[in-house]
């Protein structure tokens, strides 16, 4: 069975706790090289994993057979690194969010389609099983119209001196821009619509960083749907529950605790549609129901679905350009946000 050979840049973080034990574990998938800017990092995870190491990417993409390069780095350096491993011929899975601003996403889109090459962003919470559950559900007219959706993903993210993701330049923006902008993608995949309209607060209210702790986005849908987006790095980890609820006419999905790392969480869903007008304001109509998360290594479904693409000779940009649309909206946010 043909493999598909793997290289990473930017080892250290989430590649070494998520991604890279996906690609080790996926049979699909075998890992060739890492690289990594800063060296005892590079050695420590190319001993780690068995592989070759190196601190320059160019140096690694010359000296590797890989198909597929893993980018893991801070969001600033997205955007080249992605292009110099598609000057290599090399197909990319870039990490959320795609790049620093819309421009530089629409340009490596560009050139990924130009080349014909895979690019893909790492928006891996699409692949849970109880968001492709809710998707069918909302698709199946099990909730009725989508009329309103309420998301919200938090966790406790201190001042911490020289953290890029504190840093405007470096990250592009706060909890909106790191956290938010999951709730995003994921609304408009399970909805299967787009966010065309915002409103949104943003807030540095409990730590002294530059970028946002707190972000408040209230949105509109091409097809009608009203919504709000609530992301924060001021909530304790133990006080952190996820949250994307979608009320349709006739019902609602109510995903709690399944915007994560892991393929956790409950989905409870109420089918109850209502005939006339009730003054008294009864509401059971029927039982809920309620289903978990599998479990399943939401890194690995992404890896294998990659991998598989490759396999098969195809390129799909679908959500790539999905993931342009995302910073687009981002930029909206804190434009916004600053009137
Ligand atoms: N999808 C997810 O679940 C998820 C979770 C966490 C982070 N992320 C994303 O992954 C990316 C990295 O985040 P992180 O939390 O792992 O950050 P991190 O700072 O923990 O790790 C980044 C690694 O890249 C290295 N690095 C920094 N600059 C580099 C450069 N120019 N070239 C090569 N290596 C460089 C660092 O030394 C470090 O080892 C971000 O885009 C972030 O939004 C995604």
Redesign the pocket.
Known sequence: MKKIKWCV??????????TIPAIMKDEGSELVAV????PE?AEAIGKKYGVAYYTE?REMLASTDADAVYI????F??KE?ALTALEFGKSVFV???ITMTSAEAEELVDAFRKAGKQLTV???MKHHNLHERAKAMIEGGEIGKPVSVRAKFSCWYPDIPG???QQKKL?GGGAFM?LGV?CAELIEYVLDDEIIEIKSMTATSTFSYEVEDSAVVIFRTKGGVLGTIEANFNISDAASTSALEIYGNSGYVSCKGTLA?TEGGTLTHLYAPQGDYSAMQDRVTSEPKTYEGEGADL?QKQIKRFGELLLAGKTDLYFAEKAVHIQKLTEMVYENAEK
């Open positions: 840049i930017g080892a250290g973080g989430i590649a070494d706790r998520r690289m990594d800017r800063v990092v990417e893991g780095t801070p969001v350096a997205h690194q990490e959320k969010p790492g928006y891996m953290a890029w993701r990250g790191d999951h790392q890194y």
